[in-house]
């Protein structure tokens, strides 16, 4: 007899599928003596939609609301039916006595493969393979050690629990809104609450008022000292200064009362979780959660030289510490070698607080895998990321950041003036970044005690409060894993709760969420910075009060974690969402406010001679069909990355038919054709790479008459 193993993706099964001796290919399956291997492709079962339910659902109509599904149905997905037959076919063969799961470890993961064996009713005992990493140690240790699978039922409870609630809030709400109101209005209790953080810190700024605050500085010949009252280096009483300033003015010397030096210690900054890397890699290359989220996987599966992506934690399990110097010497490559080279000159001890069994839920950091990269097969995103992910590995085994905080206190004319300076006397860590440019300590001269100085002069200082800053795609991110500051006037307790159960989203959703409001309009970007559109801020005016806040997904996780505790019941929660989708149909239902489209363009749908709605994707502009039932849609413009002859920003691609041109904010105006020219006059007659990186893939559906100049060009180069 033999065992089944059911992998989540194609590449983690043909590394499990390796290791086992599974060589023989079969029809979405490989086989060997003992085992089977097969593969979903992330999700190959989904939940039915409503009108599978009952053909009266298909026609969106609000004597329909709240659907209630009895029970709940499971379909398998159209386009990956081949993949899910081909998985049915192995779960049901007669030679089969055994199931061993080995989809992504987690409360996700878990749903996946149960979802499959549910659909397929398959019935057969269950092991759970556990691993956080696909390298070859990996894999084996963890067929050393499987476990029971009905270790892992209440695991699995809780994700039925959140995928059925999910679907009758979301279903529910996004059904009310978009009849009552004639408009694709979606929500949900992630993204609308991400919606509504957006909408409270534009808020926050706009209603900011600057105030004025004033200061002083002694000049000295070898320093500058700041003047303070004790409490504070500045005062938004301009009078107070300027009296200060008319005695002080006069004043050329002062005396050093006293000089303070304390050592300092810094450890590392902590391993990446996923949500810190997207926030890391969107400071330093401007990467979208999304861009980041995809090389990462690229490096798990395709080149395995990092551990699993989607973690939340910053930590490592106490296990692993046996395989830290393979790890260390794996990574130990091109400029990092000497790094590495130094650390295994010593036990392979990482600074205190990195090893924590209690802060590692269902995976570890994201760290090197004992493979060795070869770098020269990484694209240059690859390498940017892998980069970050070692360095920071590394970092965390080298010696403290140990420097000396000097403060010095100057008394000139009866007023207290001070400096503060550091000296650094062990680099540690520090050297594994010094190669990205960043700004030194600043360092004072030394002073002592009693020490007369002379002073060039008294200088005013004045600057004004700032407001807090719009979101960009890596400060939401962020606000997202903790929103405990949108939270105002919540229970400590919940607040907790969605701190330790990672905020709103999980870290492999988060930047889906970020996309979707993106596609729905709701959102958009001016410059780096994300904005709420009239449509968002609509959305959160018709909304019901409770789907804004993260308050829901709190009391939601607080419940969920009792399921997978099994300390509450599928049914209960289920019973309390249920109520929840009910009263929020009933309050759109009764709501008296209404939705206006103020972006219609004076152009008519094609397709049903309706308004036409101008809208800003996330790559250009698009008109789209006012009525949600028509939907259609068409690129106007997009956005590429061709340089302007004059002002030299990227321009952008209007027009229709021989009417195509670039166009730039400056004012500059260029027929495809006269584009053509003059790059033909400059020897670089666009290439077919350069063509296609101008034209730069969109997400939203394309209109494909927009780019067919551009793609002759590449038709001519073939």
């Not at 993204?191 to 000049?219: D, N």
């Not at 140990?402 to 207290?416: C, F, I, M, N, P």
């Not at 289920?574 to 008296?592: T, Y």
Request: glycine letters at 6%.
């Amino acid at each position: 007899m033999k065992s089944v193993v059911l992998a989540e993706k194609p590449s983690v099964a043909r590394d499990i599928a390796r290791v086992l001796g599974c060589s023989q290919k079969g029809n979405g399956y490989l086989e060997g003596k003992q085992y089977i291997v097969t593969w979903a492709l992330g999700h190959l079962v989904t939940q039915a939609q409503p009108e599978q339910y009952n053909e009266d659902f298909k026609e969106w109509k609000m004597e329909t609301l709240p659907i209630i599904p009895e029970p709940f149905k499971l379909v398998p997905i159209k386009q990956t039916m081949k993949q899910y037959n081909a998985v049915k076919a192995q779960l049901q063969r007669g030679d089969v006595n055994e199931i061993i799961i080995a989809t992504d470890a987690g409360r996700e993961g878990e749903l996946v493969a149960r979802w499959i064996l549910e659909k397929t009713k398959t019935r057969k005992p269950i092991k759970r393979l556990w691993i956080s990493s696909v390298t070859d140690k990996a894999i084996k240790d963890g067929f050393n050690n499987l476990k029971d699978g009905r270790q892992y039922d209440n695991l699995y409870e809780a994700a039925v629990a959140r995928a059925e609630a999910d679907w009758v809030v979301g279903i529910n709400a996004t059904r009310a809104l978009t009849v009552k109101h004639n408009a694709q209005l979606s929500t949900g209790r992630v993204q609308t609450p991400t919606l509504a953080m957006i909408a409270a810190r534009e808020k926050q700024i706009k209603e900011f008022q600057p105030k004025p605050y004033y200061g002083l500085q002694a000049i000295g010949e070898t320093a500058a000292f700041t003047w303070t009252d004790g409490n504070s280096t500045q005062s938004f009483d301009k009078d107070k200064i300027d009296r200060l300033f008319q005695k002080l003015e006069a004043t050329h010397e002062g005396k050093i009362v006293s000089v303070n030096v304390t050592p300092k210690k810094q450890p590392a900054p902590p391993l990446f979780d996923l949500t810190e890397l997207q926030k890391e890699a969107y400071k330093r290359f401007g990467w979208s959660a999304k861009d980041t989220l995809n090389t990462l996987q690229n490096l798990y599966e395709q080149h395995k030289i990092v551990t699993y992506p989607r973690t939340d934690s910053k930590h490592l399990t106490s296990d692993m510490k046996d395989t830290l110097k393979d790890r260390i010497r794996a990574s130990g490559v091109g400029e990092y070698r000497a790094f590495a080279n130094t650390i295994l000159k010593h036990p392979a001890a990482p600074q205190k607080g990195v090893i924590d069994d209690a802060r590692v839920s269902d995976h570890h950091a994201i760290i090197p895998t004992e493979e060795m990269p070869q770098l020269h097969k990484l694209s240059d995103k690859e390498i940017k990321l892998y980069d970050m992910i070692v360095r920071r590995f590394l970092a965390v085994f080298m010696p403290l950041h140990e420097y000396d905080q000097t403060a010095v206190k100057l008394e000139a004319g009866g007023e207290t003036f001070q400096a503060k300076g550091q000296t650094i006397r062990t680099e540690g860590w520090k050297r594994v970044y010094r190669h990205d440019g960043e700004e030194g300590e600043s360092t004072l001269p030394a002073f002592e005690k009693g020490q007369t100085i002379k002073l060039k002069g008294i200088a005013l200082t004045e600057g004004k409060t700032k407001p807090p800053a719009y979101f960009n795609e890596g400060t939401l991110l962020g606000a997202m894993e903790n929103p405990a500051q949108f939270m105002a006037g919540e229970s400590k307790e919940l607040i907790r709760t969605l701190g330790e159960t990672g905020g709103l989203g999980t870290v492999a959703t988060r930047a889906d969420i970020i996309e979707k409001l993106f596609k729905s309009f709701v959102i958009e970007k001016q410059g780096s910075n994300l904005v709420v559109t009239s449509k968002g801020r609509q959305l959160l005016n018709l909304a019901p009060e409770d789907l804004k806040s993260p308050k829901l997904t709190a009391d939601w996780e607080q419940q969920l974690t009792k399921i997978a505790k099994g300390e509450l019941k599928k049914e209960q929660f289920m019973k309390e969402m249920i109520a929840f989708a009910q009263k929020s149909v009933s309050d759109i239902k009764k709501s008296k406010e209404k939705f206006k489209h103020d972006n219609i363009t004076g152009k008519v749908c094609p397709d049903c001679g309706k308004a036409l709605l101008e809208v800003n994707g996330k790559r250009g502009k698009m008109h789209v069909c006012q009525d949600r039932e028509c939907g259609y849609r068409k690129q106007v413009m997009v956005q590429t990355n061709a340089r302007c002859p004059n002002c030299h920003k990227r321009m952008e691609m209007r027009g229709e038919g021989e009417g195509k041109m670039f166009t730039c904010k400056c004012g500059h105006r260029e027929k495809l054709s006269a584009f053509e020219k003059r790059r033909g006059s400059n020897k670089s007659k666009a290439a077919k790479k350069d063509v296609t990186k101008y034209l730069k893939q969109q997400d939203e559906p394309k209109n494909t008459a927009m780019a067919d100049a551009l793609k002759k060009l590449l038709e001519q180069k073939d």
